[in-house]
């Protein structure tokens, strides 16, 4: 679900350097990396001393923020409080404003959904759905392979994309055990033990045949001829480098299918939610109602999510699971698959389906619907019940995850809830306990996400939103589907070095003001820009599920930037392809409404690209 920040958690530690000699070049880097917390607010004063203007001042914040953010010289939780003290020390916004937009209404969904998420990553659902589509898809690698990428498709969806990963990682690995026993594999894809191998010439296709038998017979003192120890290790090296493949093609196929998941749901990830928060206050400044929902969300990105996912499962096949015989590589043990056991196995430990798992599930299920129903696009839902905007996402959000601390997580007893004697401790514990919430919860986000709503409050406060809208005239007679697919390359990029989130809460505020100085609808540069920013499938640092992968050994970074830069490239067109045709049909991407140029005549039409 959320993709929080890189931590240092899941990065691969260096080994002790017990040298007594001068420092190495990369501490020196590092240490000069870590100058930035003081050169930047230096070399960036001369902009508020020069220009005694409020724009400028609040440039210079944006601008220090910016560094931190990009390099994360402190924690981006950290950068993202700097407005509560500059901007009242500039004389920008008084300390109680810039302290109230912190928590908002896209923070309580945000919040909300999360507690859900908790309730099932504290009942082990997560991991149960996960085994459970294992056991149904086989063992057969491009099978198990889909398998593995939908159950983590769909969890990421809905938790966090670092929890998902974390807890799919370990299946992987124990998937990759058994398939390593498989070491050698005939024609018709029978495995046998090395240990247990005999190699008879075949006289018509000068080839060998692997022959299981009880013991080996070879020379007088039991070894193998010459020739047939070469036949094995040859067989050995192979067998090893489509293990290799087999392991970089499973590992990488949890990360980006944790980071794609992100986009199939409003709650799915950081610059989804980001977004929304943006886009209620652009659309807010204009007296109009953002029509981003739960439900219009996944019209838009569900389909997109699900194209990817299945773009990805096919070009890990090719680029990996390439040589011929592999794709039925499975281990039979008295008649019964190998690595169809383990997972059986793993499942067999979570036990039968208990009460709790099916509370929690009910519950999620109940908050989906409502969700989904509260606003069915214009054409009614349960929300019209209620007077105009006095209801939102995240109100069912929140009433959903407060039942979760009510609701016991065992068949209560009605005439008892606690321990005779024990007045202090109840019999039956909730759903989910705040001492999970506190464990679980990324809170770093909600710093984020307010930090990014304050620099909203002050540019538009003091006139620096003007300001750039009225800079950016000057791109107002370039195709503006040319300028999106720009714009989505180069988004697509900086999201490799800096967090989605951060990247996210920089560009929505400009790309608003861009897309109505270009008179276009905002949504039309800051939904694809907002999805964009999860296409981070180059480099370990771009992503927590990223570091996660890498830190196993198993997935070397030219693996990654090999495998990654190609959905890269091909993201993208596939999301401009969404824009133009299911996101424009519901959103109208291609029309601006009259409010945003402070006009009364009929909206203003740009030509699509299939029309072009």
């Given at each position: 679900?959320?993709?929080?920040?890189?931590?240092?958690?899941?990065?691969?530690?260096?080994?002790?350097?017990?040298?007594?000699?001068?420092?190495?070049?990369?501490?020196?880097?590092?240490?000069?990396?870590?100058?930035?917390?003081?050169?930047?607010?230096?070399?960036?004063?001369?902009?508020?001393?020069?220009?005694?203007?409020?724009?400028?001042?609040?440039?210079?914040?944006?601008?220090?923020?910016?560094?931190?953010?990009?390099?994360?010289?402190?924690?981006?939780?950290?950068?993202?409080?700097?407005?509560?003290?500059l901007f009242p020390m500039m004389g920008l916004l008084t300390a109680k404003t810039v302290s109230g937009v912190y928590m908002n209404d896209t923070s309580m969904l945000f919040f909300g959904g999360l507690l859900l998420a908790v309730a099932i990553e504290v009942w082990d659902i997560h991991k149960r759905i996960a085994l459970k589509v294992l056991m149904l898809v086989g063992s057969e690698p491009k099978w198990l392979l889909l398998g593995l990428m939908g159950v983590t498709w769909f969890l990421s969806m809905w938790i966090s994309n670092t929890a998902t990963t974390a807890m799919m990682i370990p299946i992987v690995q124990a998937i990759l055990q058994q398939i390593k026993l498989t070491d050698i594999t005939n024609d018709d894809g029978n495995l046998a033990d090395p240990e247990m191998l005999e190699l008879e010439p075949n006289d018509k296709s000068k080839s060998y045949e692997v022959t299981v038998i009880s013991e080996v017979n070879g020379g007088p003192n039991g070894e193998l001829p010459p020739k047939y120890n070469d036949v094995l290790e040859t067989d050995k090296r192979e067998t090893d480098a489509r293990h290799a493949r087999m392991a970089k093609c499973m590992c990488l196929a949890i990360a980006y299918a944790a980071n794609i998941g992100g986009?199939?749901?409003?709650?799915?990830?950081?610059?989804?939610?980001?977004?929304?928060?943006?886009?209620?206050?652009?659309?807010?400044?204009?007296?109009?109602?953002?029509?981003?929902?739960?439900?219009?969300?996944?019209?838009?990105?569900?389909?997109?999510?699900?194209?990817?996912?299945?773009?990805?499962?096919?070009?890990?096949?090719?680029?990996?699971?390439?040589?011929?015989?592999?794709?039925?590589?499975?281990?039979?043990?008295?008649?019964?698959?190998?690595?169809?056991?383990?997972?059986?196995?793993?499942?067999?430990?979570?036990?039968?389906?208990?009460?709790?798992?099916?509370?929690?599930?009910?519950?999620?299920?109940?908050?989906?619907?409502?969700?989904?129903?509260?606003?069915?696009?214009?054409?009614?839902?349960?929300?019209?019940?209620?007077?105009?905007?006095?209801?939102?996402?995240?109100?069912?959000?929140?009433?959903?995850?407060?039942?979760?601390?009510?609701?016991?997580?065992?068949?209560?007893?009605?005439?008892?809830?606690?321990?005779?004697?024990?007045?202090?401790?109840?019999?039956?514990?909730?759903?989910?306990?705040?001492?999970?919430?506190?464990?679980?919860?990324?809170?770093?986000?909600?710093?984020?996400?307010?930090?990014?709503?304050?620099?909203?409050?002050?540019?538009?406060?003091?006139?620096?939103?003007?300001?750039?809208?009225?800079?950016?005239?000057?791109?107002?007679?370039?195709?503006?589907?040319?300028?999106?697919?720009?714009?989505?390359?180069?988004?697509?990029?900086?999201?490799?070095?800096?967090?989605?989130?951060?990247?996210?809460?920089?560009?929505?505020?400009?790309?608003?003001?861009?897309?109505?100085?270009?008179?276009?609808?905002?949504?039309?540069?800051?939904?694809?820009?907002?999805?964009?920013?999860?296409?981070?499938?180059?480099?370990?640092?771009?992503?927590?599920?990223?570091?996660?992968?890498?830190?196993?050994?198993?997935?070397?970074?030219?693996?990654?930037?090999?495998?990654?830069?190609?959905?890269?490239?091909?993201?993208?067109?596939?999301?401009?392809?969404?824009?133009?045709?299911?996101?424009?049909?519901?959103?109208?991407?291609?029309?601006?409404?009259?409010?945003?140029?402070?006009?009364?005549?009929?909206?203003?039409?740009?030509?699509?690209?299939?029309?072009?």
């Open positions: 679900m959320m993709s929080d920040p890189p931590e240092q958690d899941y990065q691969v530690e260096n080994q002790e350097d017990t040298s007594t000699e001068s420092p190495s070049c990369l501490k020196q880097m590092w240490a000069l990396h870590n100058c930035f917390v003081f050169l930047a607010p230096v070399i960036l004063l001369p902009l508020p001393l020069l220009v005694d203007r409020p724009e400028a001042k609040c440039a210079y914040v944006i601008a220090i923020m910016a560094v931190y953010w990009t390099t994360e010289v402190i924690p981006i939780a950290v950068t993202s409080l700097i407005p509560i003290f986009i199939g749901s409003l709650t799915g990830t950081g610059p989804n939610l980001i977004l929304k928060g943006q886009a209620d206050i652009v659309f807010g400044e204009y007296n109009l109602t953002s029509p981003i929902t739960f439900s219009t969300w996944m019209i838009y990105g569900l389909p997109l999510s699900f194209i990817l996912v299945i773009i990805l499962w096919v070009w890990l096949q090719i680029f990996f699971l390439r040589c011929k015989g592999f794709t039925t590589c499975r281990r039979k043990v008295e008649g019964k698959d190998r690595v169809a056991e383990v997972i059986a196995s793993e499942y067999k430990k979570l036990g039968p389906v208990n009460f709790p798992q099916i509370s929690v599930m009910v519950f999620f299920g109940i908050l989906v619907v409502l969700w989904i129903t509260r606003d069915l696009g214009g054409i009614g839902g349960w929300g019209t019940l209620f007077k105009s905007k006095f209801v939102s996402d995240s109100t069912p959000a929140i009433f959903m995850g407060l039942l979760l601390f009510i609701f016991p997580s065992a068949v209560p007893n009605i005439f008892c809830f606690r321990k005779r004697g024990d007045k202090s401790k109840p019999l039956i514990k909730p759903l989910l306990t705040w001492q999970s919430v506190h464990e679980k919860m990324p809170w770093t986000l909600y710093l984020l996400l307010g930090g990014g709503y304050a620099l909203a409050k002050a540019s538009s406060e003091t006139g620096l939103s003007e300001l750039v809208g009225t800079s950016l005239k000057v791109f107002q007679d370039l195709n503006p589907w040319l300028m999106l697919m720009i714009l989505c390359y180069i988004i697509t990029f900086l999201t490799e070095v800096t967090s989605n989130t951060a990247i996210a809460t920089l560009m929505m505020p400009i790309l608003s003001r861009l897309a109505l100085s270009m008179q276009v609808n905002p949504l039309y540069f800051m939904f694809p820009a907002a999805i964009t920013t999860s296409f981070a499938f180059m480099l370990p640092v771009a992503t927590p599920p990223n570091a996660i992968v890498f830190s196993y050994g198993q997935v070397r970074v030219i693996d990654m930037v090999l495998a990654g830069f190609f959905m890269n490239i091909v993201s993208v067109p596939i999301l401009l392809l969404a824009t133009a045709t299911w996101g424009n049909a519901f959103f109208h991407f291609d029309q601006v409404q009259p409010e945003f140029l402070n006009l009364t005549t009929s909206i203003t039409t740009v030509t699509p690209i299939c029309g072009s």
